[in-house]
């Protein structure tokens, strides 16, 4: 199976920082590559698919990129309601793994 | 308002059997394929399962296969989760969600429904 792996596993930003999360594929998943937020206690949300394809409603300072094994999401500018964790999911075939997550919080 | 809403948790023995509904509204539901998701208290997402919009693809993670069941009515709009030989590390919000047209990544989510598998 392939395996998923995301980094860091936390991080505090500055309101206002980029922040950059990375996301690895043991092997190439075809760009089926999806990224999800989960506040605190809430239910996880939809964000990006398809490596880069921003879902409807989703702020435009949250993009996807990447290709092949190596996948990135980025926070242009990190603000209070971004605090969160985020989750990336392969889905080109089974099982449709998550990768471990990544807690972000303001500094 | 598109929305899944998950039903059916409780606290159960270990070894024992639970089933999970989902109802589905605000769409066709028999258009698309839908997944089940679990997180353990404290820990992050996992794929658990998934079925085509006609039921003719079915999957599992290896921890759930050979003890769950997924299966849907589309007459219902109803998605279940049949589950046996419960385990502790089974213990866990699940969330039924709606696959994309034609993928399996998770749309729309429910608000989840806890299983306690304990003694």
């Known amino acids: 199976d392939i395996q998923m792996t995301q980094s860091p596993s936390s991080l505090s930003a500055s309101l206002g920082d980029r922040v950059t999360i990375t996301c690895r594929a043991s092997q190439g998943i075809n760009n089926h590559l999806a990224w999800y937020q989960q506040k605190p206690g809430k239910v996880p949300k939809l964000l990006i698919y398809g490596t880069s394809t921003l879902q409807s409603g989703v702020p435009s300072r949250f993009s996807g990129s990447g290709s092949g094994t190596d996948f990135t999401l980025t926070i242009s500018s990190l603000q209070p309601e971004d605090v969160a964790s985020y989750y990336c999911q392969k889905y080109d075939s089974v099982p449709f793994t998550f990768a471990g997550g990544t807690k972000v919080d303001i500094k | 308002e598109v929305q899944v809403v998950e039903s059916g948790g409780g606290l159960v023995k270990p070894g024992g059997s639970l089933r999970l509904s989902c109802t589905a509204s605000?769409?066709?539901?028999?258009?698309?394929?839908m997944n089940w998701v679990r997180q353990a208290p404290g820990k992050g997402l996992e794929w658990v399962s998934s079925i085509s919009s006609s039921s003719t693809y079915i999957f599992y993670s290896d921890s759930v296969k050979g003890r769950f069941t997924v299966s849907r009515g589309n007459a219902k709009n109803s998605l279940y989760l049949q589950m046996n030989r419960l385990r502790a590390e089974d213990t866990a919000l699940y969330y039924c969600?709606?696959?994309?047209?034609?993928?399996?990544?998770?749309?729309?989510w429910g608000r989840g429904t806890l299983v306690t598998v304990s003694s």
């Open positions: 605000g769409f066709i539901f028999s258009n698309f394929g």
């Open positions: 969600a709606t696959g994309a047209y034609g993928d399996y990544y998770s749309v729309i």
